[in-house]
């Protein structure tokens, strides 16, 4: 049910991801994606990320992230901000009984 939420990363391109990054604008401690974002993401594309799924899993933990950095010489910063930024795509869910005056079962079965 939750998957029907939110966006297919599998089917959010590369291209359509740095579109989006080149034509927005970022908060201060995100502008670092902008950076040579034409030369950092052809790296990405011969590391063989081409969607935002790619991304997530290969940037996923802060091990795997500093591992991608050392293969693709990617500063490790900037890929720990594109991690951020990913992640924010798909936000955690919280559940409804963590609301202040929402009952955790309001009706009886």
């Known amino acids: 049910m939750a998957d029907d939420y939110y966006i297919d990363l599998k089917k959010y391109s590369l291209r359509k991801f740095k579109d989006e990054l080149k034509g927005s604008e970022l908060l201060p401690s995100r502008k670092i994606l902008k950076e040579q974002i034409d030369e950092r993401f052809k790296i990405l594309e011969d590391n ?12 996923k933990t802060p091990k795997k992230a500093r591992e ?16 951020r930024e990913v992640n924010s795509y798909t936000p955690k869910p919280v559940n409804l009984e963590k609301f202040p005056g ?8």
């Open 68 to 83: 991608f950095a050392e293969k693709s010489d990617l500063p490790a910063d900037y890929l720990l901000i594109l991690r």
């Open 48 to 59: 063989g990320i081409y969607n935002l799924q790619d991304l997530s899993i290969s940037l």
């Open 102 to 109: 929402v009952k955790k079962k309001p009706y009886p079965d």
